[in-house]
């Protein structure tokens, strides 16, 4: 099984403001007490883990380290597991830059819609490849809505410290 969860919330969430994948913020309080709770209501989910796969971003890192504290886990940093980089977007409100998975837009200056969806499922297969047990990947909400946008997934937003599961054989079937 493989299971994607978001990193908690950091200021930049919480002031609507985009953070791409070269802008490296910190969880705030409240993005360290959602992991810590996951960590204290999940407990069994994160025994049954057996490997994690985390993002180099300091707020994906920050989760996983608080989500699995008191469990001992092999964890991968992937550096294809970094958000979006949104070049000139990044730092600006999700007012100033609109909806730009669904208008399918890019960012000047910054990683282009193809190429950041590419990079995302082929770092998905590789989390799924990699291990054949528990998979968990901690990583950003840009990486979920590529995800759940080529399988057709009911949720395309994923809330922070928010987990879902992804199915491998549909991600196998993602044509790139």
């Known amino acids: ?13 919480l002031n609507r403001l985009n953070a791409g994948g070269e802008w490296d913020v910190p969880l705030n309080e409240t993005g360290m007490a959602q992991a810590r709770a996951f960590n204290e209501t999940q407990q ?7 490997t994690v796969f985390v993002s180099p971003m300091t707020r994906a890192q920050q989760t996983a380290e608080l989500i699995l504290k008191g469990h ?9 597991l970094r958000e979006w980089c949104l070049g000139a977007w990044s730092g600006k409100t999700w007012d100033e830059t609109g ?8 960012p000047p200056n910054g990683e282009t819609l ?15 490849k990699s291990h054949t047990g ?18 057709k997934h009911p949720t395309l937003f994923i809330n922070n ?9 549909k991600l196998n079937e993602v044509v790139l």
């Open 1 to 13: 099984m493989l299971f994607f969860i978001r990193h908690g919330q950091t200021d930049a969430n």
């Open 44 to 50: 069994e989910f994160i025994e049954q883990v057996d």
């Open 72 to 80: 001992s886990k092999p964890v991968e940093v992937v550096e294809n």
């Open 99 to 106: 909806d730009y998975f669904t208008e399918r837009m890019n």
């Open 114 to 128: 193809d190429t950041f969806e590419k990079r995302t499922i082929e770092s998905l297969k590789y989390a799924a």
């Open 134 to 151: 528990r998979v968990l990947v901690v990583a950003h909400g840009g990486l979920w809505h590529v995800y759940a946008s080529r399988v």
């Open 161 to 169: 410290c928010a987990s879902e599961e992804i199915c491998r054989l």
